[in-house]
T-cell receptor, first 113, second 109 residues
């Protein structure tokens, strides 16, 4: 079956702009989580959506938001971009019911200039 | 909230040496998962531990879950260059899963 698909793979934006990233989970998976990965910072949890509802949220400012659609696809939006937002943004899908492994997409590499 | 600490942050070994990374949670976990991310790649699931004191092996990799379900370790015996990458633990409590910062392993041939 198809894996987790993230688009776009690469993105360059300027400070102050906003950006929307997309994630299509594995068919049948209802949970989508978003992570920010920067060198030396590991995987920083942004938020998790399950059945169109935000179920968990990390410690990121309100400029970071997301949503999930009825087909489980998810989008993440970052407004008023800052240089420090440059990172690899990973989404992971899982069944979402109790203990289940997460399947990661290839990520979107965002560069803010 | 739940926090997962992982040490060491970096480990450089000579090929053939052993390697261990440790994971500690501030809260009791329902399960813990381990992932490996190769350079330039994305994290890939390795294993899940659920039971207190559980030990699982995958060839040269040994995974342990502590008795209190708050810590875990991954041990690699006789490392190879193919083991290079960053190893992440992910602790789950109810529906909240948090990743450790990862241990980046480099192996000198």
């Amino acid at each position: 079956k198809a894996g987790v698909t993230q688009t776009p793979r690469y993105l360059i934006k300027t400070r102050g702009q906003q950006v929307t990233l997309s994630c299509s989970p594995i068919s049948g998976h209802r949970s989508v989580s978003w992570y920010q990965q920067t060198p030396g910072q590991g995987l920083q949890f942004l938020f998790e959506y399950f059945s169109e509802t935000q179920r968990n949220k990390g410690n990121f400012p309100g400029r970071f938001s997301g949503r999930q659609f009825s087909n489980s696809r998810s989008e993440m939006n970052v407004s008023t971009l800052e240089l420090g937002d440059s990172a690899l943004y990973l989404c992971a899908s899982s069944l979402g019911a109790g203990a289940s492994e997460a399947f990661f997409g290839q990520g979107t590499r965002l560069t803010v200039v | 909230g739940q926090q997962v600490m992982q040490i060491p942050q970096y480990q450089h070994v000579q090929e053939g040496e052993d390697f261990t990374t440790y994971c500690n949670s501030s809260t009791t976990l329902s399960n813990i998962q381990w992932y490996k991310q190769r350079p330039g790649g994305h994290p890939v699931f390795l294993i899940q531990l659920v039971k207190s004191g559980e030990v699982k092996k995958q060839k040269r990799l040994t995974f342990q879950f502590g008795e209190a379900k708050k810590n875990s370790s991954l041990h690699i015996t006789a490392t190879q260059t193919t083991d290079v990458g960053t190893y992440f633990c992910a602790g789950q409590n109810n529906n909240d899963m948090r990743f450790g910062a990862g241990t980046r392993l480099t192996v000198k041939p």
